[in-house]
């Protein structure tokens, strides 16, 4: 090669690395902006968690505040209408009791959602506390059996508490149990006008159990399943505008089985009926870290 050869080739060398050097730089420039902007990005993102935080905490104080300052005059109103319909103060006319008994069922109404509201603060503020305790399943269930048997007047649904096995016995926070199967019955019987609505127990396998409310009710679209257990979901229907809910029994459910161990499932065909179960360990998570 000769020496011309050779100078040229240096030459374009020199060219090529000049103009590496130069992709670099750029290349670098791009790096060092887009680092600049994930830092900003990364900034804003803390803002944003900063302020959602404090509007989060904002909603559980007032949710909280709110529903406190709404249980006193709430449980005053029920205990008068208690009082007049038990005729303390008199006799009334049919009509006199008609229109206390509506105004009694709404404020029951409106205390049950004050009272779910409530939870769903706690448990969203994280200050729900369980009392853990060894309970047959045969005792939460003697307690909605007599809670509920006096409340399911329709003569054309029938309500059954099937005796579960003697062997079944959870340490869990039965009050909180029987709290998440009381908005399942509550709801069947709502949405059952014929049939029956029957509560039961099933060992899955040997560390959990399912604990189950069956209707034979109108039964749940597909695609309203999901939508149900959000807060203030409401499923459209003549069974529905009748007998409308808060809308909040079903998502606290849904939050309160995890607290549990456990976890809500839903099994349900329109026109069918559905089934609800609340799925449990048999002994609550922190007791088996112990």
Known sequence: MSAADL???A???RARLRARDAEMERLS???AETNRGVVALYAELDDRALTLGQLSEAKTRFLSDMSHELRAPLASVINLTRLLLARSDGPLTAEQEYQVTLIQRS???LAEMVNDLLDIAKIEAR???LRLERVPVSEIFAGLRGLFRPLATNERVEFLVEDPPESLVLVTDAQRVAQVLRNFISNALKFTDAGEVRVSA???DDERVSLDVTDTGIGIAPEDQRRIFEDYAQVDGPIQKRVRGTGLGLPLTRKLA???GGEVTLESRVG????FSLVLPRVHPSEQAA
Do not use: D, F, V
């Open 127 to 129: 200050k729900i506390e």
């Open 29 to 31: 420039q791009e790096l």
């Open 258 to 260: 995890p607290l549990l």
């Open 107 to 109: 404020a029951e109404s």
């Open 272 to 275: 069918e009926g559905s089934r």
């Open 11 to 13: 030459h374009e060398l």
């Open 7 to 9: 100078e040229t080739e």
């Open 202 to 204: 099933r060992a899955l």
